[in-house]
């Protein structure tokens, strides 16, 4: 897969808790950081301190490999026990253009919930890279031939922070439920 198809993956986990439940542990935005591997910190912006359509925070995110970065976090989508999803985008214009234009994002994620047939909750996290450059693009323009390795690696650790990420929401859901 190269760059330009707008590579992603997803990850779920069934959890012993109602949607609403489930909800109100994603929505806990902060909470995140104590789960992903990548953000460490939130800050809401414009006086905004959940997600709704349009809400933004700056994530202050690590890795080993790239280091510390800062990106713009903007909601597009917010349907309660549902759906959130957001864009993500390069504030600092580490990785190409800075932007505060979702158009540019470099990335979406998104979490969707659905009632579970034997109860509880299914809950997806998803992210889709690009089409704005990330982190990626560097690695790429300097071993164009390894483009398709190098999404692989990037979707395969994306895929662990999901893991990681699900298995805190699960747990905090169903210890509160």
């Avoid at 925070?57 to 490999?65: A, E, K």
Wanted: negative net charge; aromatic residues 8%.
């Amino acid at each position: 897969m190269r760059y330009a198809d707008r590579p992603g993956t997803h990850r779920e986990v069934h959890i012993a808790a109602e949607p609403s439940r489930v909800w109100d542990v994603v929505t806990d935005v902060g909470a995140l950081t104590e789960w992903s591997p990548e953000l460490v910190r939130v800050e809401w912006q414009d006086g905004a301190d959940r997600p709704a359509p349009g809400a933004r925070y700056l994530g202050h995110n690590r890795n080993p490999l790239v280091g510390e970065w800062r990106t713009l976090s903007h909601f597009t989508e917010v349907v309660p026990e549902r759906t959130l999803t957001w864009c993500v985008l390069d504030l600092d214009g580490r990785f190409g253009k800075a932007s505060e234009d979702p158009a540019d994002r470099l990335a979406t994620w998104s979490f969707s919930l659905t009632p579970a047939q034997e109860g509880g909750t299914v809950l997806r996290q998803s992210v889709t890279i690009g089409p704005g450059r990330s982190g990626l693009n560097a690695y790429i323009d300097r071993s164009p031939d390894q483009e398709e390795a190098i999404i692989a690696y990037r979707l395969k650790e994306l895929g662990k922070g999901m893991e990681a990420t699900l298995a805190g929401i699960k747990e905090t859901a169903e210890r509160r439920s």
